[in-house]
């Protein structure tokens, strides 16, 4: 997915195909997050800046763009095996209980990718909360424009860890997932806090 085109991509996603659909979107919106709190770090150089902070905020960044597009694709790939799963044969006894178990193995993969592009987000978040009081105040609307992105992400994914749900049989994982579900919620609070703030400071 790393090396299609913008046009490649949404014409993928425009498609009536299995995957790409909202897992991977929710994984890119990270990924666009990521970007635009490196772009305000890579601005906010010289004596005026925290150079540690801001050293740290780019090199985390760029980390987690680089996870969240990895996390694109294994949604991709994950989605897919949920697809094969429902093909399989149901015309017996034992070919509908191994087709169960694979839907249930299949829709468990699935729900990981979101789980972690909401853990990514919640990165995100921290990271734009840290920038927010210390970059360049010329491109300070992009790190809302960034919240906003992880925003997406971790409200998209816990959307598809829901739905995932409940095809799960596993309890404890059941459990796992839930609480990366529910994670999303705080995530959309602070961003929403992010770009109140942005908000108030480029009306003054």
């Known amino acids: 997915m790393r090396d299609d085109t913008i046009a490649a991509f949404l014409d993928q996603l425009a498609a009536r195909v299995s995957a790409p659909g909202g897992g991977a979107t929710a994984a890119l919106h990270a990924a666009q997050a990521a970007a635009l709190l490196a772009m305000v770090a890579r601005y906010s150089d010289g004596p005026r800046y925290d150079a540690g902070l801001i050293n740290r905020i780019v090199t985390e960044a760029d980390a987690l763009r680089e996870d969240a597009l990895a996390l694109a694709d294994a949604d991709a790939k994950a989605f897919g095996a949920v697809a094969e799963a429902y093909r399989l044969p149901r015309t017996t006894e034992r070919e509908t209980s191994a ?3 694979a839907i249930s193995s299949a829709l468990a993969g699935a729900a990981r990718p979101p789980a972690d592009v909401v853990r990514t987000a919640l990165l995100l978040v921290s990271l734009a909360e840290d920038l927010l009081p210390a970059g360049n105040r010329s491109v300070i609307t992009d790190v809302a424009a960034a919240a906003e992105a992880a925003r997406a992400a971790a ?4 959307l598809i860890i829901e739905v995932n749900l ?5 309890p404890v994982l059941a459990e796992e997932l839930g609480a990366a579900a ?3 919620g ?3 609070e602070r961003a929403d806090a992010i770009v109140a703030a942005v908000r108030a400071e480029v009306a003054r």
């Not at 409200?155 to 816990?158: D, F, K, P």
């Not at 409940?166 to 596993?170: E, S």
């Open 166 to 170: 409940k095809g799960i049989t596993d």
């Open 99 to 101: 087709r169960s178990a």
């Open 182 to 184: 529910a994670a999303a």
């Open 186 to 188: 705080p995530v959309a």
């Open 155 to 158: 409200v998209t994914a816990r």
